[in-house]
């Protein structure tokens, strides 16, 4: 291989690993949601204990993920955001979300609220800052599935503004449960303008 070819493949390679890198960025905030202060940050490998200890908490049916599935999502910085929130150092929520630069889609794997913490907008806040970033990235879509039988969740994403685009069959490994698949297009800025 010449020298050129082997300088632009260096720089393909440093583009692909380092502009990437910064695009899913995100700076801690503090944040107020019912007259209470919380924290918001990307989850870091030492968070995954209490990220898991939470999933275990809030999902009843033996289908959470454990410690090594949360460390390997948090470890692909480029393509999953993970944030989490904080009350006085304990952690209270998490979202997490794949970044496909291929489809241009937001994929939200996981969200999840402590319950003594649900009902006071938490979710709705996690969802909404993941579609900012998505929309922030120049992404079109973001899109996740959730349980049939997961109303509440499902009345929620509606809210946002998520549609129903379909089910998937059989699609929970733990009691083979349907998933319904929901997508929520992300108006560009113009869209935004003229409504
Ligand atoms: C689903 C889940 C993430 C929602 O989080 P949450 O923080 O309870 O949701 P929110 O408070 O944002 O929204 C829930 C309700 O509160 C309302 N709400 C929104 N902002 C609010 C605020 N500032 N104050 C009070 N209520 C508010 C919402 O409109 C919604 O109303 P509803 O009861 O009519 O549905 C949470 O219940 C959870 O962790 N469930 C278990 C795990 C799970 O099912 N995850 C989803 C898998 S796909």
């Not at 692909?16 to 107020?32: M, P, Q, V």
């Not at 794949?98 to 806040?125: C, E």
């Not at 089910?167 to 449960?177: C, D, L, M, R, V």
């Amino acid at each position: 291989m010449s020298r050129l070819l082997k300088k632009f493949n260096k720089l393909l390679d440093y583009c692909f690993n380092h502009f990437e890198d910064t695009s899913l960025a995100f700076d801690n905030k503090r944040i107020i949601i019912s007259n209470r202060e919380f924290l918001l940050c990307r989850a870091l490998v030492p968070d995954v204990a209490e990220m898991t200890q939470l999933q275990k908490l809030v999902y009843l049916e033996d289908n959470s993920w454990d410690e090594e599935i949360f460390e390997s999502e948090l470890r692909n910085e480029k393509s999953k955001l993970y944030l989490i929130m904080r009350q006085n150092d304990q952690l209270v929520a998490f979202i997490g979300a794949s970044f496909n630069q291929n489809t241009r889609d937001a994929h939200i794997s996981n969200v999840a609220v402590k319950p003594d913490f649900q009902d006071h907008g938490l979710g709705k806040f996690l969802i909404e800052t993941m579609i900012t970033c998505a929309r922030y990235n120049n992404y079109s879509s973001l899109s996740l599935e959730t349980r049939l039988s997961n109303i509440r969740a499902q009345k929620l994403y509606s809210i946002i503004g998520f549609k129903n685009i379909g089910i998937k069959k059989a699609y929970y490994q733990s009691n083979h449960e349907d998933a319904v698949n929901m997508k929520l297009l992300i108006k560009n800025e113009k869209e935004l303008v003229n409504g």
